[in-house]
């Protein structure tokens, strides 16, 4: 989950990858969240997530005010 403001022409796009050792995470295509949620695999041991800020003409971005991961 994710806390943001998002102006008129911004977007965010929050995304994850995981896997099971630390020296493949860099090799791993990273995914869009569906709805706030991802998917991993009972092995995965090390995951990373990025934010994209995107804006339509350069003077305004969405800001970002915390992420949470939890995994169920």
Not at 18 to 33: C, E, F, M, Q
Not at 35 to 52: C, H, K, M, P, T
Not at 59 to 66: A, K, T, V
Request: aromatic content about 10%; overall charge positive.
């Amino acid at each position: 989950a994710f806390k943001a403001e998002v102006p008129k022409n911004t977007s965010l796009d929050v995304q994850v990858r995981s896997t099971d050792r630390r020296d493949d995470l860099v090799k791993t295509t990273w995914r869009a969240l569906t709805a706030n949620r991802f998917q991993v695999e009972g092995s995965d041991r090390f995951l990373q997530y990025r934010a994209v800020f995107r804006s339509h003409n350069g003077d305004r971005y969405p800001i970002l005010d915390h992420v949470a991961i939890s995994l169920r």
